[in-house]
């Protein structure tokens, strides 16, 4: 078990629509990451938050966005969901945003019909 | 353009013996170098790490090789049991960047290790 929480594990919904990923990070950890994995994409870096603040960018759409809480809790919102956007939503915690290992959550599967 | 190639998809070893994942990569720039395996329906495990200033780092069967010349990344595990036969992922993160937890990712082997 990483200590990295994510809710829900399962998210089925139709185009159009938009939903909300949630990440809790393990105790004391400050840096909260979010990773999208696509079958033929991979795993891909979308957004770093530490303590609060956006720290880095990937290549995230403009519908997508984050944010990370005073509590530390991070969510992801999706929207005007496209077929494209079925994946594993995965969260990641570090320490702090230097060499640290990442822990990652067991991920959020998105099927968008 | 893929910056980070794990050029094979599967790998079967027998237990007891090595087995060794390779990681090649393009951009000089990367200067922190992570293994990672991942079950099915689990998140990415974190295995081991090395950074640029070394060529290698070991930790019990797990140890990473980091060629810098090369642009290559290897780990090595010895001796492999079947509880290892999972995905393994490189990741790789680059100098100068506003953060470290911003990782590319190869697409992964399989590793399979048969009792």
């Known amino acids: 078990d990483s200590g990295v929480t994510q809710t829900p594990k399962h998210l089925i919904t139709a185009t159009g629509q938009r939903v909300t990923l949630r990440c809790s990070p393990r105790?004391?950890?400050?840096?909260v990451y979010w990773y999208q994995q696509s079958l033929d994409q991979g795993l891909q870096f979308l957004i770093h938050?530490?303590?609060?603040?956006?720290?880095a960018k990937g290549n995230i759409l403009e519908r997508f966005s984050a944010q990370q809480f005073p509590d530390l809790h991070s969510e992801l919102n999706l929207s005007s969901l496209e077929l494209g956007d079925s994946a594993l939503y995965f969260c990641?915690?570090?320490?702090?945003?230097?060499?640290?290992?990442?822990?990652f959550g067991n991920g959020t599967r998105l099927t968008v019909t | 353009d893929q910056q980070v190639k794990q050029n094979s998809p599967s790998l079967s070893v027998q237990e007891g013996r090595i087995s060794i994942l390779n990681c090649d990569y393009t951009?000089?720039?990367?200067?922190?170098f992570l293994w990672y395996k991942k079950y099915p329906a689990e998140g990415p495990t974190f295995l081991i790490s090395?950074?640029?200033?070394?060529d290698k780092n070991e930790d019990g069967r797990f140890t990473v090789f980091l060629n810098k010349s090369a642009k290559h990344l290897s780990l090595h595990i010895v001796p492999s049991q079947p509880g290892d036969s999972a995905v393994y992922f490189c990741?790789?993160?680059?100098?100068?960047?506003?953060?470290?937890?911003?990782?590319?990712f190869g697409q992964g082997t399989i590793l399979t290790v048969h009792p």
């Open positions: 990741g790789l993160a680059n100098a100068g960047g506003t953060s470290y937890g911003k990782l590319t």
């Open positions: 951009n000089s720039m990367f200067d922190y």
């Open positions: 938050y530490y303590n609060g603040e956006e720290r």
């Open positions: 990641a915690s570090s320490v702090d945003s230097m060499r640290s290992p990442l822990h």
């Open positions: 090395i950074s640029s200033i070394k």
């Open positions: 105790s004391g950890d400050l840096s």
